[in-house]
C-alpha cells in the first residue's frame, strides 16, 4: 500500500518542501508520496483528524497553521511545546504526535554550513513571530550568552520574552527602528532576521532590517528569508564583510529532521539540498 506524507497549509503552492521531500523519499525507493495539500482553517480539524488513517505516516504543518494544529493532535515533544508551535507531526500507529524541527534546523545549519556555536555569544534577533520562537529556543537551549529581539511590533517581542524567561537569563526587547539598534549589533556575534522583511513578494520586499554600516566585520549573519536566494540583508553583510548564511539550510536541515522522524531512515542531505536549489531556481 503506498503510503502518504502531507503538507498542510494555506497557501502552499510556492512551497519546495514537496520537492525536497519526496527526492529523499525516491532516495531510498520508498513507496510514499509527499503531497501539498492547500487547508483552510474552517477544514483543519477535520484534515488532522484523517491523518490517523494507517495509511498516512504524517505532515509537515506550514503557514498558517502551525499554532492552531496543536488543538487537534494527540501529544507534543518538549520543543515544540517550548516554541507554541508543530511544523511536524507523526502518525504513530493513531496517535498523532507533535513536533517542532525548526530550531534543531536551525542549529545544525548554523554548525554545518558556518560551524558557529552560539556557546558564550551576545545574539541580535529580528522578529518575533513563529520562526523567531524556534530561534530564540534554540539559542537558549545552546546556551547564548545575551539575547536582544528586534521587532516592529514591540509588544509581540515583549511576549516572546516573557513566555520564555523561566529559560532565559539575559533577554532584552527594542524596537525594530531602536536609536539602540548600532550599539546592539557592534556588540552581536551572532545576527539572525526571523521576520519576512527581505521575502520575494511580501510587503518587506526589497527592505533589509540592518544597513552594512552597523553590522560588525566579524559578525555571522543568518537569514531565515530564502526566496531571493540572496536578499537584501545577505548583500549588507557581504559588504560589511561579515559572514553569511542564506535560509536554504535550516530550510533542508528542518526537512531532514522531520523525514527521519517518519521514516526512521538517515535523511540524504544532499539530494535534498539539491532539489530544494533546483525548485527555487526555477521559479
Ligand atoms: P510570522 O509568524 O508571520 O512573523 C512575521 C515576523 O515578521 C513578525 O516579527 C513581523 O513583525 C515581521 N514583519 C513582517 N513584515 C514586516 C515588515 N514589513 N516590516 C517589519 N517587520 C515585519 O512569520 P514566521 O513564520 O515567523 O516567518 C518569518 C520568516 O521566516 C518568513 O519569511 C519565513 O519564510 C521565514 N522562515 C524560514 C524558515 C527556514 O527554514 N529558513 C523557517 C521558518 C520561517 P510584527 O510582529 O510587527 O508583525
Given at each position: 500500500?503506498?503510503?502518504?506524507?502531507?503538507?498542510?497549509?494555506?497557501?502552499?503552492?510556492?512551497?519546495?518542501?514537496?520537492?525536497?521531500?519526496?527526492?529523499?523519499?525516491?532516495?531510498?525507493?520508498?513507496?510514499?508520496?509527499?503531497?501539498?495539500?492547500?487547508?483552510?482553517?474552517?477544514?483543519?480539524?477535520?484534515?488532522?483528524?484523517?491523518?490517523?488513517?494507517?495509511?498516512?505516516?504524517?505532515?509537515?504543518?506550514?503557514?498558517?497553521?502551525?499554532?492552531?494544529?496543536?488543538?487537534?493532535?494527540?501529544?507534543?515533544?518538549?520543543?515544540?511545546?517550548?516554541?507554541?508551535?508543530?511544523?511536524?507531526?507523526?502518525?504513530?500507529?493513531?496517535?498523532?504526535?507533535?513536533?517542532?524541527?525548526?530550531?534543531?534546523?536551525?542549529?545544525?545549519?548554523?554548525?554545518?554550513?558556518?560551524?558557529?556555536?552560539?556557546?558564550?555569544?551576545n545574539v541580535l534577533v529580528f522578529?518575533?513571530?513563529?520562526?523567531?520562537?524556534?530561534?530564540?529556543?534554540?539559542?537558549?537551549?545552546?546556551?547564548?550568552?545575551?539575547?536582544v529581539?528586534a521587532?516592529?511590533?514591540?509588544?509581540?517581542?515583549?511576549?516572546?520574552?516573557?513566555?520564555?524567561?523561566?529559560?532565559?537569563?539575559?533577554?532584552e526587547?527594542i524596537e525594530l527602528k531602536s536609536d539602540s539598534l548600532g550599539s546592539v549589533a557592534a556588540g552581536s556575534q551572532?545576527i539572525?532576521n526571523?521576520?519576512?522583511?527581505?521575502?520575494?513578494?511580501?510587503?518587506?520586499?526589497?527592505?533589509t532590517p540592518l544597513m552594512s554600516d552597523m553590522i560588525p566585520s566579524g559578525a555571522?549573519v543568518?537569514?531565515?528569508?530564502?526566496?531571493?536566494?540572496?536578499?537584501?540583508l545577505?548583500?549588507e553583510a557581504?559588504k560589511a564583510?561579515a559572514?553569511?548564511?542564506?535560509?536554504?539550510?535550516?530550510?533542508?536541515?528542518?526537512?531532514?529532521?522531520?523525514?527521519?522522524?517518519?521514516?526512521?531512515?538517515?535523511?540524504?542531505?544532499?539530494?535534498?539540498?539539491?532539489?530544494?536549489?533546483?525548485?527555487?531556481?526555477?521559479?
Amino acid at each position: 500500500m503506498t503510503k502518504r506524507i502531507f503538507l498542510i497549509g494555506h497557501p502552499v503552492g510556492h512551497s519546495v518542501s514537496p520537492a525536497f521531500q519526496q527526492a529523499a523519499l525516491d532516495h531510498y525507493a520508498l513507496d510514499v508520496r509527499y503531497e501539498a495539500m492547500d487547508v483552510d482553517v474552517s477544514s483543519l480539524s477535520s484534515v488532522v483528524s484523517g491523518l490517523r488513517a494507517s495509511d498516512v505516516m504524517g505532515a509537515n504543518v506550514t503557514v498558517p497553521h502551525k499554532q492552531a494544529v496543536m488543538a487537534f493532535i494527540d501529544e507534543l515533544d518538549e520543543e515544540a511545546r517550548l516554541i507554541g508551535a508543530v511544523n511536524t507531526i507523526e502518525n504513530r500507529e493513531g496517535t498523532l504526535v507533535g513536533h517542532n524541527t525548526d530550531a534543531k534546523g536551525f542549529l545544525k545549519a548554523l554548525k554545518e554550513e558556518s560551524g558557529f556555536d552560539p556557546k558564550g555569544n551576545n545574539v541580535l534577533v529580528f522578529g518575533a513571530g513563529g520562526a523567531a520562537r524556534a530561534v530564540v529556543v534554540a539559542l537558549v537551549g545552546a546556551e547564548a550568552k545575551s539575547l536582544v529581539v528586534a521587532n516592529r511590533t514591540l509588544e509581540r517581542a515583549a511576549s516572546l520574552v516573557e513566555s520564555l524567561q523561566f529559560t532565559l537569563t539575559l533577554a532584552e526587547t527594542i524596537e525594530l527602528k531602536s536609536d539602540s539598534l548600532g550599539s546592539v549589533a557592534a556588540g552581536s556575534q551572532l545576527i539572525v532576521n526571523c521576520t519576512s522583511i527581505g521575502m520575494s513578494g511580501g510587503e518587506g520586499q526589497g527592505e533589509t532590517p540592518l544597513m552594512s554600516d552597523m553590522i560588525p566585520s566579524g559578525a555571522l549573519v543568518c537569514d531565515l528569508v530564502y526566496n531571493p536566494r540572496e536578499t537584501p540583508l545577505m548583500r549588507e553583510a557581504a559588504k560589511a564583510e561579515a559572514q553569511v548564511l542564506s535560509g536554504l539550510p535550516m530550510l533542508v536541515y528542518q526537512g531532514a529532521a522531520a523525514f527521519e522522524l517518519w521514516t526512521g531512515k538517515e535523511a540524504p542531505v544532499k539530494v535534498m539540498f539539491e532539489t530544494a536549489e533546483k525548485a527555487l531556481t526555477a521559479r
